[in-house]
């Protein structure tokens, strides 16, 4: 069995010899490809795990905690309908709605009813959760800033943010399986 090195090395050469087998074959990675996709995979569970201990250690959240409170603090009035907070923290109904469970837990949030949808819930950031957001933000900016933006020079932030919302939009598209639909 070839190995994906070598697949994409004979997958390369079918299409520079104008073979139809190439069609059928995987589009494997090239070697500076599988590097790049590599150090991606590696930089982003690093960079998750970093941001999350943080948290944890500062504030005794997970990241995806501290993403929703800011969404809320950030929203008219500190309040979002669940089901537009779901699409703007990226993630699945039933993950936000436990979130949300022990956040109201912790006096964080709490729901209320959509005045305008009886079947609609709000999330609404309370006094107590924009405290706490207030306290963690300073230590998870530096977080983020050493992890990222100090390392890079300003051509590679701009650079960076491109190619982050050109991966994004492209994971996006009209009638996807995104997790907010979920």
């Known amino acids: ?26 589009r494997w990675l090239d070697d500076d490809e599988q590097r790049t996709w590599l150090a991606y995979i590696q930089a982003s569970m690093l960079l998750e795990d970093h941001l999350d201990r943080q948290l944890q250690r500062d504030a005794r959240m997970p990241h995806v905690y501290y993403g929703l ?27 936000l709605s436990h979130a949300i469970t022990r956040m109201e837990k912790d006096g964080w949030v709490r729901r209320e009813d959509c005045p305008d949808d009886k079947r609609g819930q709000n999330a609404v950031l309370t006094e107590k959760g924009f405290d706490v957001l207030k306290q963690t933000a300073p230590g998870h900016v530096d977080a983020v800033r050493s992890a990222i933006f100090d390392r890079l020079t300003s051509e590679q932030i701009a650079q960076f943010g491109d190619v982050c919302r050109i991966i994004a939009d492209g994971l996006q598209p009209e009638g996807a399986d995104l997790p907010w639909l979920r």
């Open 69 to 95: 409170l800011v969404k809320l603090s950030w929203a008219p009035r500190h309040r979002m309908r669940m089901t537009e907070l779901a699409e703007a923290a990226k993630i699945t109904r039933s993950r």
């Open 1 to 26: 069995m070839n190995s994906p090195a070598d697949a994409a090395a004979d997958a390369a050469a079918d299409r520079d010899a104008g073979s139809d087998t190439a069609a059928d074959e995987p």
